[in-house]
């Protein structure tokens, strides 16, 4: 569960290891396989690469985090490692497929805001799967995220009887990258030891701080037990997301969200709304995770609830 760090002063370089195909390994020091070079790969949201030219999409594969982010900050990739580790949870997902495809559906209508959200901050796109990690990206209790109140509140999200915002996919993946691109500049700018502050801690930080750029199998090993299962079970599901189609389960995409946003007047009841834009309660309430009861905070002048577009309007 996440808490606010104080800013260390030192800085280092990001290490940053390329993102490799299926069945490779994920950098160099794996002892599962050797390097192999990556596929071109197609973004819709950044679909030119580094030089400005078209990157093509191999036949069949799924659209992917690039390895370049052009926009609106520059950033390497999470250096993913596929070890033995990772691929037992690998194995693990596998073995629940439906539980897989249940987390990939529930993120799928937020995906694309979720992935802008972290660009916006200058974090890599992998970085989205730390949520699936955490929570499987529930959209009850704690959210996808799973932040404490305080450290929610601290980032500007409402948690009171009417609203619970850690729940919203997008308005707390706002709040998770502006705290993670804290971490990341607390850890000496390493990805890795961010993840480690985001789980263990100020003291966490402090104490994995020295181990930047060593390498990655003795740094896994050295971490707290949660930390380390943490984030084997990250780095299991970027790779996955990545080789989805090699495994034959749904992939995440970035298509456009199918629904809009409109202002609702404080203290409507969803019954109002959704009948008036043609949908259902529940269907409002899947769109609106945040929402704790059938009834707009009542303290609202004015509150942004997401619709379905017409052609969804009824679909469950």
């Not at 104080?6 to 299926?22: G, Q, R, T, V």
């Not at 539980?99 to 529930?106: F, I």
């Not at 199998?217 to 084997?232: E, H, I, S």
Request: net charge neutral; charged share 20%.
């Amino acid at each position: 569960m996440p808490e606010r760090k104080a800013i260390l002063s030192a800085s280092l370089a990001l290490i940053s290891l390329p993102l490799l195909a299926a069945g490779a390994v994920f950098g160099s020091e794996s002892p599962l396989g050797t390097r192999i070079s990556a596929p071109a790969v197609t973004d819709p949201i950044n679909p030119n690469g580094p030089n400005g030219e078209p990157v093509k999409l191999e036949p069949g594969a799924p659209p992917r985090s690039p390895f370049v982010i052009g926009q609106p900050k520059p950033v390497p990739p999470f250096p993913i490692l596929l070890n033995r580790l990772v691929q037992e949870y690998v194995d693990d997902y596998l073995s629940q497929p439906a539980s897989w495809e249940a987390s990939v559906e529930r993120s799928r209508p937020f995906f694309l805001e979720m992935t802008q959200a972290l660009r916006a901050e200058g974090v890599p796109d992998d970085m989205l799967y730390l949520s699936f990690a955490e929570s499987d990206f529930s959209e009850r209790g704690k959210g996808p995220w799973q932040f404490n109140k305080e450290t929610a509140v601290r980032y500007g999200l409402r948690v009171d009887r009417w609203v619970d915002e850690r729940r919203d996919p997008v308005l707390s993946t706002k709040a998770a990258a502006q705290y993670l691109s804290d971490l990341h500049d607390e850890a000496g700018r390493d990805w890795r030891v961010a993840v480690v502050g985001w789980n263990g801690g100020d003291l966490a930080i402090g104490r994995f701080w020295l181990l930047r750029g060593e390498n990655f199998n003795r740094f896994m090993d050295l971490l707290p037990g949660q930390t380390r299962a943490l984030m084997g079970r990250f780095m299991a599901f970027a790779f996955m997301a990545h080789n989805s189609t090699r495994y034959g389960l749904v992939h995440l995409d970035y298509a456009p969200p199918a629904y809009h946003e409109v202002p609702v007047r404080g203290g409507t009841m969803l019954s109002k709304v959704a009948g008036s834009y043609h949908t259902t309660v529940a269907k409002l309430h899947h769109l609106n995770p945040a929402l704790l009861s059938d009834r707009i905070p009542p303290y609202a002048h004015s509150y942004q609830v997401r619709v379905p577009m017409l052609r969804t309007a009824f679909a469950r």
